[in-house]
């Protein structure tokens, strides 16, 4: 019997010969692509002007598959990077894909600085609370009490929150959603990508190989049940007040949607203003 | 377009260099003795349609200025030892993804802290391979203002020549020194600029090399390139755990540097003609080695100079072959032996002797005339 290979409407958004990928059976990795591409073809972004800027782990792999320009930099390291490349050509729409650690451990200093400043671009965080990519390490999202290769007695740090940090590091958009939610994180990541400014798009999702068997939930499928029964929607709360903790409920939503000007129109004013 | 006469200091001409070469992006944190370099750029830049950013660290400022280049834009840094030492990944990055760049460091007296505003030249050897893996860069020595100005622009047209991260190696006196400077007329000028694709996206490999260095596609125009720092194929896909892959790239990123050494060379003799002893030196040690030679000389010493202006790659053939015709060489730096490590390497260890400073002072012609005859007189 002959298979017919049927194309997908959004394997244009992908590099076809980088498939498959490299992420595991259970990841929500792979979930999350999938809503930015439906998100993507639901805006109407044109794609030769889009630019995919990751830093290093399992969600830094994102800018490998996706067929635009795209750019897997150094741990730490997508902002800056992405805040060149957006400041040398405003036409881009600029959108960094990186991890929790990645964007705010090693890269958290960057995280607040490009949110402080506005620059123009969409920065998607997947939270999988740990550095998957290296084994399960702790990391700066691992909830107090969860077990890590590097927390084997428990964690004793207390975690950020993520969307706390961005809101009052100055970003205009804000927003958390699970891998669960998929089209309300779709219609999130839209609104994001539509926004002038710093705009923040968490996404809490499940790594089971790395930090979900150690905790208790070893498949995806356990975690995103737990998100099913867990996850509350509070638009427009406060997300000082989203804090997450180990068995408690996970606070999503749309925080924060404001207006400020970004540093790349005021730069290009002053460029005008110094030239005449 | 007439030439201009302008009363520069090094960091302002290496400034002016840069945005004649055409950089339109400059990001940087402050630090001396490079600070001029940013403020000047912060003032001038948007004067031409270009774009200053004070990032909030080292790190950031070169990964910036390795975005902007992706962005089609001629970028730059400028930094000290502290600083440089926080560029090294993000300089590695620009090796391994072939990002044309410019990157000064105005040194100062390490390690760590150091002797933040006086001179050192101990970041030759950090210059070559601060970053880990193997990997070749292009780092140029200017001893002037003049060639502060000169020697960038020259590094503006390295990097996109090569498509690689330039190091402009200054050193505090020359970056603080004011005197003259020629801006040539505009058309005097040669600036060059990086290759682009010719073929359509479908049929572009992005790190296929015909001659050692890719044609390099920027954001936005239609070739959805894929740029990383794992190691790549020639259609720039990760291919992480193939020998074969790695050796081709390491070898051409190195090849292409090694290989152009000659091309890449510039050395300036002085009284070399009939030497019998070199100073080898560069920077500002340079200039007290010169003014040495001419008290040499007048006392009937058959000595020259040889300056490094390109000190990355190192001219060995040079150096080989000058070892059957002089004597002995006495080289002239501001750190205990970086560049002696070279000329030894190459003319042998008995011939080569080191007169070196460890930082925060720069050498008098007197000393430098005093190891002269040391070694002249065979001791
Ligand atoms: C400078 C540096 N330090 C450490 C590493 C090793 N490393 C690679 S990915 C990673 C953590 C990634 O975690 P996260 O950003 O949360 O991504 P995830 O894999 O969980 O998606 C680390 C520590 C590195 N690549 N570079
Ligand atoms: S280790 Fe975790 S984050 Fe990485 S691919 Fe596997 S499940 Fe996903
Ligand atoms: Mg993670």
Redesign the interface.
């Known amino acids: 019997m002959e298979i017919e290979a049927k194309s997908h409407p959004l394997d244009r958004y992908l ?1 076809a ?2 498939i498959p990928h490299i992420w595991c059976p259970g990841c929500g990795l792979g979930t999350v692509l999938n809503c930015f591409l439906h998100a993507l073809e639901e805006t109407n972004i044109n794609l ?2 889009l ?1 995919v ?1 990751s830093g290093i782990g399992c969600t830094g792999r994102v ?2 598959y996706i ?8 741990h ?2 997508a ?11 405003p ?2 729409k600029v959108v960094v894909f990186s991890g929790d650690g990645d964007l705010f451990a090693i890269g958290g ?2 995280f607040i ?1 490009a949110a402080r400043r506005n620059i123009d671009m969409t920065v998607i965080c997947v939270n999988n609370y740990n550095y998957g990519m290296t084994g399960g390490q702790l990391g700066p999202t691992t909830p107090l009490e969860a077990r890590t290769t590097t927390a084997p007695y428990g964690n004793i740090e207390h975690p950020f929150n993520l969307c706390h940090v961005a809101a009052a590091s100055g970003a205009v958009y804000v927003a958390r959603w699970t891998s669960l939610h998929v089209r309300r994180l779709k219609e999130s990541m839209k609104e994001a990508l539509n926004k002038k400014g710093f705009s923040f798009v968490e996404i809490i999702a499940p790594c089971p190989t790395a930090f979900g068997r150690r905790n208790k939930e070893p498949t995806g499928l356990e975690t995103l049940k737990y998100y099913k029964e867990h996850s509350v929607i509070k638009h427009g709360i406060d997300p000082a007040e989203a804090d997450i903790e180990m068995g408690g409920d996970i606070i999503v939503g749309k925080f924060v949607d404001i207006e400020k000007p970004t ?1 790349d129109e005021a ?1 290009h004013e ?2 005008k ?3 005449k | 377009m007439k030439k201009q006469i302008k009363f520069y200091s090094g960091n302002i001409a290496a400034a002016e260099g840069a945005l004649v070469a055409g950089c ?2 400059f ?1 940087g944190y402050p630090i001396t003795p490079s600070s001029e370099i940013a403020e000047h750029m912060a003032l001038r830049l ?8 004070q ?3 080292e ?3 070169m ?11 001629k ?1 730059m840094t400028a930094t000290s030892g502290p600083g440089f030492s926080l560029m090294q ?2 300089i590695g ?1 620009g090796a391994m993804t072939e990002t044309p760049c410019v990157v000064i460091n105005v040194q100062r007296a390490g390690p760590s802290t150091g002797m933040p505003t006086l001179v050192g030249q101990a970041d030759i050897m950090q210059a070559r391979w601060g970053s880990h893996g193997d990997y070749e860069i292009i780092a140029l020595s200017p001893f002037s203002p003049q060639e502060c100005f000169d020697l960038t622009i020259k590094a503006f047209n390295l990097a996109e020549e090569y498509r690689v991260p330039v190091i402009v190696l200054m050193d505090e006196s020359v970056g603080h020194m004011f005197e003259k400077v020629v801006i040539p007329p505009k058309d005097k000028i040669k600036i060059v600029e990086r290759k682009k694709p010719t073929v359509p996206p479908e049929k572009y490999m992005p790190y296929k090399a015909e001659d050692f260095v890719p044609e390099m596609a ?3 125009e ?9 190691t790549h194929d020639e259609k720039g ?2 291919q992480a755990t193939d020998p074969e892959v790695q050796d081709r790239l390491v070898r051409r990123l190195c090849d292409k540097i090694r290989k152009n050494e000659k091309k890449l060379r510039d050395i300036e003799e002085y009284e070399m003609d009939d030497a019998e002893v070199a100073i080898v030196s560069f920077g500002i040690s340079a200039r007290s080695s010169k003014a040495a030679v001419r008290l040499a000389r007048q006392r009937g010493y058959k000595v020259g100079l040889i300056r490094l202006k390109t000190i990355w790659p190192f001219p060995d053939e040079y150096f080989e072959k000058l070892a059957d015709e002089i004597k002995k060489f006495v080289v002239v730096e501001i750190n205990y032996g970086q560049i002696k490590l070279e000329v030894e390497r190459n003319v042998g260890r008995d011939k080569t002797f080191l007169l070196p400073k460890m930082g925060g002072e720069i050498h008098k012609p007197d000393e430098i005339y005093r190891k002269i005859k040391e070694v002249y007189n065979g001791n």
């Open positions: 590099r010969e980088r030769k002007n630019a800027v800018a490998g067929n635009v320009d795209s750019y897997h930099t150094t730490g390291r902002i800056p990077f992405a805040t060149g490349l957006k400041l040398a050509n036409k881009l200093n960057h600085h540093f730069v002053l460029i203003k110094a030239r | 339109r992006f990001a948007p004067q031409v349609g270009g774009v200053f950013i990032m909030e660290d790190l950031a400022s990964a910036a200025i390795l975005g902007a280049s992706w962005g089609g834009a970028s990944e993000n990055l920027c954001a936005g239609g070739y959805n390139v894929h740029v990383t720092g794992l896909y990760p």
